[in-house]
């Protein structure tokens, strides 16, 4: 079973239930246990042609109207149910980059004590980051205790810690302010809750009025406003961190920041239906906005730290994060595709508390459940 939506319309949504396909030699079948949902998959789905999101589990057209259906990435737990992968044992459990399925099928290899690439043909050319599985009973981040905080905020805050260490890496750009959109996703929250630990700059947080409470209860930015209040802070040297892939949102914060604005990255797309991840029509005052791709900076610090320690430097940080969200997240656990679909729209249409993780399983369940 996949869900799957419309690539050029993100609101479509269909049910794909088909029997599996039998295993080709070296190759395993992957039980989705669960998986995550958040607005960080929005923004895959936003950027799924423009960083090829789409590609890593591509769905068929449909064979009347040509509709180009995709199947969103989610990060979650599977189980190997059927292998003809020598090294690869029937009930082992991994962690990593799967389809919002009941299971997905890999042809593993490169295998070490942590885990296996999947090295299908349509994924060689894509991230390596984003191919790689980790055995749960091999990851040092993994708690049994924590297997809901780990599904859902892992992936993001490793997003938000390589996005702190790219401006870390830059000086921040001498900045004294620090603009983040979408202040109550949960990639902003933890790229402001690194920023403060490291005293780095004045943190404005950019929202909307109705999760202005929420972001302003969290403690972690210096400043909340709303969208349309972006002309109330008084401009200084800034940082510009997009994650709301907003182009009104964006034209407003460059137009008022202006020659103060020292760089402008572009990391996600929340607000999916504002034209996110388009060119401007017009050009912009101050810097051009660059689309940041966690890879690059995760591959630089990879060869220079080394596995070993970036590994450390990763869990030291999440550790102190985890234990702070547990102040405010609560889970939803979504069961079949009726709910999954429903907190998809939810998150879609930026309806979702903030303070929710959503938690989904197919497994077990038909297409009617």
Not at 302 to 316: F, I
Request: aromatic fraction near 12%; include cysteine.
């Amino acid at each position: 079973m996949d869900i799957e939506v419309d690539r050029s319309h993100l609101e479509r949504v269909q049910v794909r239930d088909e029997a599996p396909t039998p295993l080709s030699d070296g190759a395993a079948r992957i039980e989705v246990e669960q998986f995550a949902l958040s607005a960080n998959n929005i923004s895959y789905a936003a950027f799924g042609d423009l960083l090829r999101y789409w590609e890593f589990f591509p769905a068929p057209a449909d064979p009347d109207d040509g509709t180009p259906w995709g199947r969103i990435p989610v990060w979650g737990h599977g189980r190997v149910v059927e292998s003809r992968c020598d090294e690869l044992a029937v009930g082992r459990r991994v962690f990593g980059y799967l389809p919002m399925s009941s299971d997905v099928t890999f042809t593993p290899g490169r295998f070490d004590e942590r885990g296996f690439t999947d090295l299908a043909a349509h994924r060689s050319a894509m991230a390596a980051a984003y191919n790689r599985y980790v055995f749960v009973d091999a990851d040092p981040s993994y708690r049994a205790d924590r297997e809901g905080h780990h599904l859902l905020l892992y992936p993001l805050f490793f997003t938000a810690f390589v996005v702190d260490d790219f401006l870390a890496d830059n000086d921040d750009y001498a900045a004294e302010q620090l603009w983040i959109s979408s202040a109550s996703a949960k990639t902003s929250i933890g790229i402001a809750f690194l920023a403060r630990e490291r005293k780095a700059a004045s943190i404005v947080g950019l929202t909307s009025e109705r999760n202005r409470a929420f972001v302003e209860g969290l403690g972690i930015y210096d400043r909340v406003v709303t969208y349309d209040e972006v002309g109330q802070v008084d401009p200084a040297p800034a940082v510009y961190v997009d994650i709301a892939g907003n182009d009104d949102v964006t034209r407003s914060v460059h137009t008022h920041l202006g020659d103060a604005l020292a760089y402008s990255m572009r990391v996600g797309g929340t607000h999916w239906d504002h034209q996110a991840g388009a060119p401007p029509a017009e050009a912009l005052p101050g810097p051009t906005p660059e689309f940041f791709f966690a890879p690059n900076q995760l591959a630089k610090r990879s060869h220079e730290w080394g596995q070993d320690e970036l590994d450390a430097r990763m869990g030291a940080a999440w550790s102190t994060f985890a234990d702070w969200i547990d102040g405010w997240l609560r889970f939803e656990h979504v069961e079949g595709p009726a709910q999954v679909e429903a907190a998809y729209r939810s998150l879609l249409t930026n309806e979702a508390d903030p303070a929710t993780g959503h938690l989904c399983t197919l497994v077990g369940l038909d297409a009617e459940a």
